[in-house]
């Protein structure tokens, strides 16, 4: 697994805790399929599996249009990771910025050095 997606998999993981945490104050302000569908989208994307993109899109944007009030706890570079319909819950200096850290990221790797993505994802706020 390459660094990009053990980092993005770690922010789905911390995601995953934040809804679980608030489940467990709150009984239903979650609700099950939310949390079963992250969790699908966790096995999916540690087992490699191209479908993973497109359940994190479909996933991520059932969220942000039927749950609204769940956008905080999901960190805005998972949107950008999953691109696609993603994307329109991202402001334009998001994508920005975004983009900027994946041209830092490609002229790292291109150089043959370590790119820290939980640093440079710590930048942006």
């Known amino acids: 697994m390459n660094k990009r997606i053990a980092y993005h998999l770690e922010l789905l993981e911390e995601t995953q805790q934040r809804l679980v945490n608030a489940e467990a104050r709150e009984a239903g302000a979650i609700g099950d399929e939310i949390l079963q569908q992250i ?19 479909d996933t991520l944007a ?11 706890v999901i960190d805005r ?32 790797e291109a150089e043959g050095r370590d790119y820290d993505y939980r640093s440079a994802g710590r930048s942006l706020h």
Request: with cysteine.
């Open 39 to 57: 969790q699908s989208l966790i096995d999916q994307l540690t087992e490699h599996k191209d479908s993973a993109y497109e359940t994190g899109q």
């Open 77 to 108: 570079a998972l949107f950008w990771f999953f691109g696609g319909e993603c994307l329109h819950y991202l402001t334009d200096e998001e994508i920005e910025r975004f983009q900027h850290l994946d041209e830092m990221a490609a002229e790292a």
């Open 62 to 72: 059932a969220i942000a249009t039927h749950q609204p009030q769940l956008m905080p």
